[in-house]
């Protein structure tokens, strides 16, 4: 049975034991954040908050919910040990589903067990964390799901993008020109002066967050991808202010409206690839309208930062399924592509069956037409295992020539402006450059000059690999 809550899966967390339940009451302002950010970088748990300084009884703030690739296995029903590859196979296979949703009466979601409505909204009455020092401010969407509607074809569109507290009732956020979010903004509303309808759901069903940070395609609606990738249609609720429908389940749904006529600065905050930003001017504002929540609700919070954390997992999945897709539509002969958590999405490992200047140069152009949110992209031949990192330098050092396998290409107004070793000139003017490294033997040479790996699999010959095989068990040699 799929999993239709955030409360649903800590229950099955807790009893694979990758839940910490803490019961100190802890500080919002910084202390939660902390806590979170040294369990990420000791491969902790997922944890609970249960009691949150200057807050009731029942608020509660949570971290880390799928931000380990167990806890991701764990989230798709899979075996907790389920490895890197499988888990990227079974979301590939699921991923293209399309199970449409189901629509409950308000009386039947359990997200309107409370509504504030207009002047009661009070955003401060639940615990929003403060996650790092230096933080613009208290930010309540760290890993929450954001839908907007297109007027124009009645498209929802799903997306993850963070929204802090300005005030009690405004939220600024930076949704970057280059998301869907953005593209219905700036199409549909802001050039007639209309305030767009906006919800922000905190602590929906797993597979809900995992869908909305993956670059599903316009005009698709991600709430059928969750049903696909559930395997059970995932239930949804109207809004209370707007005809945006929202997963039922979630613990906090923000109702609110984008001002045309106003704009924010958002941030500083300790960004996706393990840096603080700076402050980003031109964000967006939202007057929140209502908020409706579940008795004792959980603020989804991710203490972001260095790899690996909830987001650099699941982008890895979620980017890498749709690179390889894209790849093979462009026509690289793609095996699989990895997006290493640690590599934040700017490091790209693409395996392919046939390598070589023309293949690397069809993979840097996939990678720099459109939006570009990576920048270093390894391509190795299909003998090596994409997942396993150490055999991934192992190629990049020894078939990369230094002079004639490097191809880098620059452009200008379409790069991401997070990417921390642009100069303020390049990220003002979203100038980038990106680099694929051809790590793959030249298919022009003759199978004799081609150095043979010295690996147990490649340097032996098949007898006396089945001989050492068949024998292990006698040698006493445990691996
Ligand atoms: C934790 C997390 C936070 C994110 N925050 C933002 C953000 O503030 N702005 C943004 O443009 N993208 C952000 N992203 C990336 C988007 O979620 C991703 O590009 C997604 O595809 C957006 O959906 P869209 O394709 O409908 O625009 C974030 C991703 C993660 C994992
Ligand atoms: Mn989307």
């Not at 302002?29 to 300084?53: H, M, S, V, W």
């Not at 799903?158 to 970057?176: C, V």
């Not at 490992?349 to 069809?362: F, L, P």
Request: net charge negative; charged share 25%; with cysteine.
């Amino acid at each position: 049975m799929a999993f239709n809550s955030h409360r649903d899966f800590f229950e099955v967390l807790e009893k694979e034991g990758e839940l910490a339940r803490v019961k100190k009451e802890v500080d919002w302002d910084g202390e939660a954040g902390a806590i979170g950010r040294k369990t990420y970088e000791n491969q902790g748990p997922a944890i609970l908050f249960e009691k949150i300084k200057d807050y009731p009884e029942g608020y509660r703030i949570s971290n880390g919910t799928t931000g380990t690739w167990s806890r991701v296995a764990l989230s798709m029903e899979m075996a907790k040990k389920a490895s890197v590859r499988e888990i990227y196979q079974e979301y590939e296979k699921r991923v293209d589903i399309k199970i449409p949703p189901k629509i409950l009466k308000k009386s039947d979601a359990p997200c309107k067990e409370n509504i504030m409505l207009g002047d009661e909204v009070d955003l401060h009455q639940f615990p929003m964390p403060l996650i790092h020092e230096g933080d613009g401010g208290r930010y309540v969407g760290t890993w929450d799901v954001v839908i907007n509607k297109d007027p124009e074809t009645n498209w929802q569109n799903w997306g993850m993008y963070r929204f802090m507290a300005h005030t009690k009732n405004w939220l600024t956020g930076w949704p970057q020109t280059t998301s869907q979010f953005a593209f219905i903004m700036n199409k549909s509303y802001l050039p007639y002066n209309k305030p767009m309808p906006v919800a922000i759901v905190l602590g929906a069903d797993p597979l809900s967050h995992i869908i909305a940070t993956a670059g599903i395609k316009p005009y698709e609606n991600e709430a059928e991808n969750v049903g696909g990738l559930r395997g059970q249609a995932v239930e949804l609720v109207q809004c209370e202010t707007s005809d945006l429908m929202v997963p039922a389940h979630a613990e906090i749904v923000i109702e609110g409206e984008v001002m045309p006529d106003q704009i924010a600065p958002d941030g500083p905050f300790g960004e996706y690839p393990g840096y603080r930003s700076g402050t980003m001017c031109a964000g967006v504002a939202v007057k929140v309208k209502a908020v409706t929540y579940r008795s004792k609700p959980i603020v989804t919070m991710i203490a972001l930062g260095t790899p690996p954390d909830d987001s650099s997992i699941a982008a890895s999945l979620t980017a890498a399924v749709a690179m390889k897709k894209g790849l093979m539509r462009h026509g690289v002969p793609v095996t699989d592509v990895y997006v290493p958590p640690e590599g934040v999405t700017h490091l790209i490992v693409i395996g392919v069956t046939k390598g070589g200047t023309e293949t690397t140069r069809k993979v840097l152009d996939y990678f720099t037409l459109r939006r570009i949110m990576t920048n270093k992209h390894i391509v190795v031949d299909a003998d090596v295992d994409v997942f396993n990192m150490a055999e991934v330098l192992h190629c990049f050092a020894t078939r990369c020539h230094p002079g004639r396998g490097i191809l880098y290409e620059w452009y200008e107004g379409r790069s991401n402006s997070l990417t921390p070793f642009y100069n303020p000139e390049e990220r003002k003017k979203l100038k980038g450059c990106s680099v694929a490294f051809d790590s793959t033997w030249p298919p022009e040479w003759e199978k004799e000059i081609v150095p043979i790996k010295s690996s147990f699999k490649t340097i032996f010959g098949k007898e006396i690999i089945d001989k050492v095989n068949n024998n292990w068990d006698t040698y006493g040699i445990k691996l």
